[in-house]
């Protein structure tokens, strides 16, 4: 009789009555190291992958002239570089069992700041870099103290300062754009290293740099753990609230350098550019969730659902289709990956006949 508690990937049972193992079976074909790697390239771990290709082979049939120029891949690889900054922001604390919606708009009061003091204060850009990362971390402490202590709910609690945020934003900018003339300044975000943007290469770097703090560290394993379950964490020791403090302060600051970053980018802040990247940023995180990790969020999943949504917009923006696009894809990428990542889970959810 085959053991109950043998895994089904490892022992089976052939037809001739033989015990197959996995070795075995992987001597006829591919090692077990292959198998490992072929069930991490299946679209049930890597959907974002699949429709990235999808797309690209459709858009290259379709717009060909626009859409393989080397620039325009260019251009939307620096776009993104700011989503991913704001996306690894909003993973950071969701680690950790919190939501930071405030962070999209600390991106558009920073960026605001951040021109106002260079323009009319003759502030150099990293003098005033300085002084919105200092903004932010005061807006993270603000947010920490209305979760950590006062137990208010995450989304209520960052919804409601960046509501104030945004209105402190739009107050400051006085609803105008605010050029930027420093073009030291935004040489740095138009100079480019082996084909790519600074600005891209920084997202990159700060996507390793999560990666490796979140799994290859205690403090991301705490973060897990703690975002796994707030009262098994309390059990086995861990300080809560010192990381969900932690966790809400760099995002915040993850929101000040996205303003810096996309100052550089466009030369000026433009009020209300926040809203654009709320949604970019959130669908990112629990996009990225599906993808690499099976469910766990992880920041190269999230710079790879990223990436595959570029590819769909940014082709659609070339064949003419409406602003609207942006959103609508975003949500319906996301619905989709989701069902697809959760389909083998479907039977828990299936009427079982029974009663």
């Known amino acids: 009789m085959t053991n109950p508690e043998a895994p089904d990937s490892e022992v089976g049972v052939s037809e001739a009555g033989d015990v197959d193992t996995g070795q075995t079976r992987g001597s006829l074909f591919l090692s077990d190291g ?19 290709a999808a797309l690209f082979a459709y858009f290259a049939i379709r717009i060909p002239d626009t859409f393989l120029r080397q620039s325009t891949w260019t251009t939307m690889a620096s776009q993104q570089s700011v989503t991913i900054i704001v996306a690894l922001g909003v993973l950071i604390p969701v680690l950790a069992g919190v939501f930071d ?9 920073s960026s605001t700041i951040l021109a106002k003091l260079m323009a009319e204060h003759g502030f150099t850009w990293w003098e005033g870099a300085l002084v919105v990362i200092g903004i932010s971390i005061a807006v993270g402490l603000v947010n920490a103290l209305l979760i950590a202590y006062f ?7 960052t919804l409601g300062s960046g509501s104030i945020i945004g209105a402190i934003d739009l107050r400051i900018s006085g609803g105008r754009t605010l050029g930027i003339r420093d073009v030291s300044f935004t040489d740095l975000a138009s100079n480019k290293l ?61 929101g000040a350098v996205a303003g810096v970053v996309i100052s550089a980018r466009i030369g000026a802040a433009s009020p209300g550019i926040s809203a654009s990247f709320l949604l970019s940023g959130f669908a990112a995180v629990f996009l990225g969730a599906t993808q690499l990790k099976g469910g ?21 923006e070339l064949q003419g289709v409406k ?7 975003y949500g319906t990428a ?9 389909w083998p889970k479907r039977s828990m959810l299936e009427p079982t006949g029974s009663g």
């Open 296 to 316: 766990k969020f992880n920041a190269w999943g999230t710079t790879l659902a990223i990436f595959a949504l570029a590819v769909g917009t940014k082709g659609f």
């Open 34 to 52: 292959w198998w490992r790697h072929l069930r991490q390239m299946s679209p049930l771990n890597v959907s974002a992958l699949y429709l990235a």
């Open 194 to 254: 082996f084909g790519l943007t600074w600005p891209v290469w920084f997202a990159l770097v700060l996507t390793a740099l999560v990666w490796f703090v979140t799994e290859r560290m205690p403090v991301g394993r705490r973060m897990y753990a703690i975002g796994g379950s707030v009262r098994s964490a309390r059990l086995i020791g861990i300080p809560v609230s010192q990381y969900v403090v932690g966790s809400l302060v760099i995002s915040s600051i993850f």
């Open 334 to 342: 996301l619905v989709v990956a989701m069902a697809i990542s959760n």
């Open 151 to 157: 137990r208010l709910s995450s989304l209520i609690a």
């Open 323 to 329: 602003i609207w696009i942006h959103d609508f894809f």
């Open 101 to 109: 919606i405030s962070v999209a708009f600390t991106l558009g009061l």
